[in-house]
């Protein structure tokens, strides 16, 4: 099972510049810990007290997973997961 | 309709159905024409909630100076408002916004400070605060810690949604300063239940994520989640697909940020002729696309004006 994970510039200084890595998961949380094999550090950017941290967001086919199961949100073959720092509205 | 001013003419915006981009006759989009507000976007509902807000707590007063971080339509709305009540405004705004915006923003008397492109928003509300504290008398009205923003919402563009389609099932908006959201949201709560709360939020290019460090990122101060169900990340792909599909089917032509609405409306819609379920969908018109044609979103091929987007605050 391959998930193509994009990341941020910020976490890049994990995936030694990478962009877009790919991991395996049946699950936002078992794929975390895949990454965090490879890419030791990402998790504890990613992850506070079992929950994601307040101001990264993480997409999964462009749904934030804090309103469709949070880590738990179940992956398949093909999926996109998206990490974004959060930040403000544009035109506003 | 007769107002007795142009101020007095805010909101009460048409609900139109669209009849070729609804997937099926059970499952419908209706589109809530905010760009009938007087200066062309949602934001006038905002802008002249929280100056009102202002006024009757005594913190504006004819001469004030009103000061604001904004990419643009809050910043038009501020100043129309402004220029009609006396006051002097200064907007705050990333130097990567276009050049449309920044005319606009000056034909209604408004002064412009830039702020740096890396960073987009975020950096436009830093510089912002840190001039607030520079000049104590001056009034930030904060879009996005404002209660009066969502507040607008809850009386006005929740209201009439409701009034005009009763059935409505779903409620799709865009999520920046989240006061169209947060109101919309709270009133649908309160008065039905179960209409689902939809929420998308432009994703923009590195350039303006780059440098952020995700231990002091920037989440509104009106942000609740619990007034959402669903939250959708929108790529300026999608989004300029959808903006020019909204032209081509239905003849509204909206700004670049309706497309990433639309793209998530059209999601639900797909989700509910999927489940063979029945829907009423509405979503927010944010604005006109007039803004926006310097960008280069509305010629060429999609690919292009995915290129042209990039590093822009699109939405």
């Known amino acids: 099972m391959a998930i193509e994970v994009r990341v941020p510039t910020i976490l890049r200084t994990y995936t030694s510049g990478e962009k ?73 | 309709m007769r107002y007795a001013n142009l101020i007095d003419s805010v909101g009460h915006t048409p609900l139109v159905g669209l009849p070729r981009l609804s997937p099926s006759p059970d499952v419908r989009l209706w589109a809530k024409l905010e760009d009938r507000n007087p200066t062309g976007s949602i934001k006038d509902r905002a802008a002249l909630a929280m100056i009102e807000r202002a006024e009757a707590e005594g913190l504006l007063r004819p001469g004030c100076t009103i000061l604001e971080p904004t990419s643009g339509n809050t910043g038009i709305s501020l100043a129309m408002v402004a220029k009609l009540r006396g006051y002097r405004i200064v907007c705050v705004m990333p130097e990567n916004t276009s050049e449309e915006r920044r005319q606009l923003l ?60 009763p059935e409505v099932t779903h409620f799709v908006g865009g999520l920046g300063t989240t006061g169209t959201l947060m109101g ?35 989440v509104p101060e009106l942000y609740d989640p619990q007034y959402i169900d669903a939250r959708f990340s929108v790529g300026p792909r999608d989004a300029v697909r959808r903006v020019r599909e909204l032209l081509e089917s239905e003849g509204i032509f909206a700004g670049i940020s309706t497309g990433a609405i639309l793209h998530a409306a059209l999601a639900q819609a797909a989700k509910a ?35 042209r987007l990039e590093g822009q605050l699109w939405a």
């Open chain 2, 106 to 165: 000056r034909m209604w008397g408004a002064e412009i400070v830039s702020s740096p492109a890396a960073g987009g928003s975020n950096e436009a509300v830093r510089v912002a605060k840190r001039i607030a504290e520079e000049h104590p008398d001056w009034v930030m009205l904060y879009q996005y810690g404002n209660t009066a923003n969502a507040e607008a919402h809850f009386r006005g563009t929740g209201p009439e949604i409701l009034e005009d389609l």
């Open chain 2, 273 to 307: 002729v999927k489940a063979g379920e029945s829907a009423d969908i509405a979503f927010v018109i944010a604005d006109g696309g007039w803004k926006y044609l310097s960008t280069g979103a509305y010629e060429g091929t999609v690919d292009e004006a995915e290129e």
């Open chain 2, 184 to 218: 919309v949201g709270r009133f649908f709560r309160e008065a039905k239940p179960e209409v689902r709360i939809v929420a998308a939020e432009p994703r923009y290019g590195e350039l303006v994520y780059g440098l952020r460090n995700l231990d002091e990122g920037f």
């Open chain 1, 20 to 92: 877009n890595v790919s991991a395996a998961g049946e699950s936002v949380s078992a794929l975390i810990e895949d990454l965090e094999v490879n890419h030791a550090g990402i998790k504890d950017r990613l992850v506070e007290g079992g929950q994601p941290r307040r101001f990264v967001n993480i997409y999964v086919n462009d749904e934030d997973i804090r309103f469709s199961g949070g880590l738990e949100t179940p992956l398949s073959d093909g999926d996109v997961v998206v990490i974004l720092p959060a930040v403000a509205g544009g035109s506003r």
